[in-house]
């Protein structure tokens, strides 16, 4: 299996005032394509800082990152967007939805900065929000939608790219139970397929859907272990 | 450069600004207002320029009439108080020593300056009228408009001294029947018959003509009113580019050297400057030009500056948005272009239906004043200006969409994604 993602002594720190906090202190990690990671963590463990780092949109101090066998270094912000574009997906705690825009517009966005066409953007972006099972709900704006349906166009609008690598930040936070399992029925299903996913996530039972689950503390990894895999569906009516 | 003729660019941007119509009709209105009150201002000011420029059109812009008066100072013997009579060979001087004058043309005139206007009589009807003496070269300096069938004096009528004349509307009605062709036909000036040739359209160009004037040739006048060689005043015509003032100073130094008046005798000789009037009038009308012009431009970057205003407080608003975008793949340049877009857009559109509404209302004000006694002619702004105005607007407001869009990329995708 090819790697997919590589990190070397990934090290970070921010500077607060006088004092630096240093957040990320050696991260050595690595996922193989088709992998299902959970990144777990006390708050403050510096497991969203490595997710940003890992989605580009946060830069380490020091180490290396390969992404799909590519070597990420001094990106400016144009190029780091041509990668997130091509190589990322994401998904937020708060959706992160384009308020005005229906649910079938804020899953072609990705495909618009590729250049992709309006009539194919549309036929694609269709095909995703099928997959995620909304597309009776193609034409609503993010407000018309719940929870756990909003979090699924932002799932359809992440896989639209069909990126190598899906960065999914506290993807349940703001979901109840049930919508949660639903949205990991999903998440799964998409990692059936083949595609490499990493979650952060600071719930147990989320963690226990993934395959792996890596433990953060204090900037170092304390623990990295694969695991049986609990089927969300077994929880979905 | 390719960015901005893409479709998919303009759909996007059509997307968000269609999407937030509340906040794009706001936006828009500001230099809707500005375009709208610098077409209107500079319309206005052309249609008042033009307004004065037709109310002199009757007249040469250079012109002006010079007559005398008496002395007012002692000169190689004369005492002061003298009385100083014009001569026709005054003309022909003024003519030979001023290279400026175009055309002069001497003129008599009875019931004008004090003394008694001639009785005219037809049949039953009479009444008393100013009878002017002209030369044919007059009309060349203040047109004088004549109806349809009949003419103005001509060198055969000066030469022979012929008995005709051009009388005025008011004559007209006077004299004639009202649908009676006066045009050949005769009326008695002082015991003689003259014939009838034109009827003048009556036009304010001396503050001293009314619309009952009779015109006859110099010479006839000059024959039947005795009045030898002496001319009442002179009517001169500079050439176009000449100084208007230089000239009546130049006339009246060498009507003073003719007759032996002191050289600083301001009082010898009176002139009327119609070319200064004009040109101040026309001065004027330009200072309101420009200054509605000036006025507008300033309206229209006011607008301008509330665009950007409310476009900066729109990239606050819409950091996350941007935020989303970035993490999607939206580069900082098209980030940029979209806000520039955006803006140049917006204030394209509002400058569209601004100079629309100027153009409407523009010609709503010219069927308002059409037919007042108002200098106020076809209200219209040269296209340049127009295409100027729409040049600087676009200019400005990419200029303007500067400060939101750099804003909006100033700030990281990742902090600009945490805030809600």
Same mark, same amino acid.
Request: no cysteine; hydrophobic share 25%; glycine share 8%.
């Given at each position: 299996m090819a790697k997919m993602i590589e990190i070397k002594n990934l090290q970070k720190s921010y500077q607060m005032g006088k004092n630096s906090l240093h957040v990320l202190k050696g991260i050595d990690f690595s996922a193989e394509e088709g992998e299902l990671v959970a990144i777990m963590g006390s708050s403050g463990s510096g497991k969203s800082t490595l997710l940003n780092i890992l989605g580009l949109l946060d830069v380490a101090d020091t180490g290396e990152y390969h992404l799909d066998g590519k070597l990420i270094k001094n990106l400016n912000e144009t190029k780091a967007a041509k990668y997130r574009n091509q190589f990322l997906g994401f998904i937020f705690q708060s959706f992160n939805l384009i308020n005005y825009k229906n649910a079938l517009e804020n899953v072609t966005l990705p495909l618009y900065y590729q250049g992709m066409g309006r009539k194919e953007r549309q036929k694609k972006a269709m095909k995703y929000l099928e997959l995620v099972g909304l597309k009776d709900w193609a $034409? $609503?704006?993010?407000?018309?939608?719940?929870g756990g349906q909003k979090q699924r166009v932002a799932i359809a609008r992440a896989m639209a790219a069909e990126p190598k690598v899906i960065l999914a930040d506290e993807?349940?936070?703001?979901?109840?139970s049930t919508t949660s399992y639903e949205v990991m029925d999903v998440i799964q299903k998409i990692n059936d397929q083949g595609n490499t996913i990493l979650v952060v996530t600071h719930e147990n039972d989320i963690a226990h859907m993934c395959k792996r689950i890596i433990y953060l503390k204090d900037g170092v990894i304390e623990e990295d272990k694969k695991i049986k895999q609990v089927r969300a569906s077994e929880y979905v009516q | 450069m390719k960015f901005i003729f893409d479709r998919n660019t303009w759909q996007e941007i059509f997307g968000s600004i269609q999407k937030n119509k509340v906040r794009t009709i706001i936006t828009v209105i500001g230099v809707l207002w500005g375009i709208f009150i610098y077409i209107t201002l500079a319309g206005s000011a052309q249609g008042m320029d033009n307004g004065f420029e037709k109310s002199f059109e009757s007249v040469a812009r250079n012109s002006l009439f010079a007559w005398s008066q008496s002395t007012s100072k002692p000169y190689a013997g004369y005492k002061t108080g003298r009385s100083i009579q014009l001569k026709f060979r005054d003309g022909e001087i003024l003519a030979n020593k001023i290279p400026e004058i175009e055309y002069i043309a001497p003129i008599n005139a009875r019931g004008v300056f004090g003394d008694s206007a001639a009785t005219a009589v037809r049949g039953g009807k009479s009444g008393s009228y100013a009878v002017y003496g002209y030369i044919p070269v007059y009309a060349k300096i203040?047109? !004088? !408009?004549?109806?349809?069938?009949g003419r103005f004096f001509n060198r055969e009528d000066m030469e022979q001294s012929r008995k005709v004349c051009v009388i005025g509307e008011r004559t007209q009605q006077e004299l004639f029947e009202k649908d009676e062709d006066p045009i050949g036909g005769y009326i008695r000036l002082d015991d003689i018959y003259f014939q009838v040739v034109g009827v003048h359209k009556f036009t304010q160009t001396t503050p001293f003509e009314n619309d009952g004037d009779i015109f006859i040739p110099f010479s006839t006048f000059k024959k039947i009113f005795n009045k030898? %060689?002496?001319?009442d005043f002179f009517a001169i015509a500079a050439y176009d580019d000449a100084d208007v003032v230089q000239v009546e100073k130049d006339v009246k130094a060498v009507l003073r050297r003719n007759h032996k008046v002191? @050289? %600083?005798? %301001?009082?010898?000789f009176g002139a009327f400057n119609l070319g200064e009037i004009f040109n101040r009038i026309m001065g004027f009308s330009k200072g309101i030009t420009f200054l509605s012009l000036i006025v507008g431009l300033a309206t229209i970057l006011a607008g301008v500056i509330g665009i950007g205003n409310i476009l900066l407080i729109s990239v606050k608003e819409r950091t996350n948005e941007l935020g989303i975008r970035r993490a999607l793949g939206a580069t900082p340049r098209e980030v940029r272009m979209q806000i520039i877009l955006e803006s140049v857009f917006l204030t394209m559109i509002a400058g569209i239906v601004g100079i629309i509404l100027g153009a409407i209302v523009l010609s709503a004000l010219n069927s308002a004043t059409e037919?007042?006694?108002? @200098?106020?002619?076809? @209200?219209t702004l040269p296209i340049p200006l127009v295409i100027g105005a729409l040049l600087i607007m676009v200019v400005l407001g990419t200029l303007i969409g500067l400060i939101p869009a750099q804003r909006a990329v100033s700030i990281k995708p990742i902090d600009a994604l945490r805030e809600e």
């Open positions: $034409h $609503h704006l993010p407000n018309e939608l719940s993807l349940t936070g703001a979901l109840d | 203040a047109t !004088k !408009k004549i109806y349809d069938n030898g %060689e002496n001319v002191h @050289p %600083e005798d %301001e009082r010898a037919g007042i006694d108002f @200098p106020y002619t076809n @209200p």
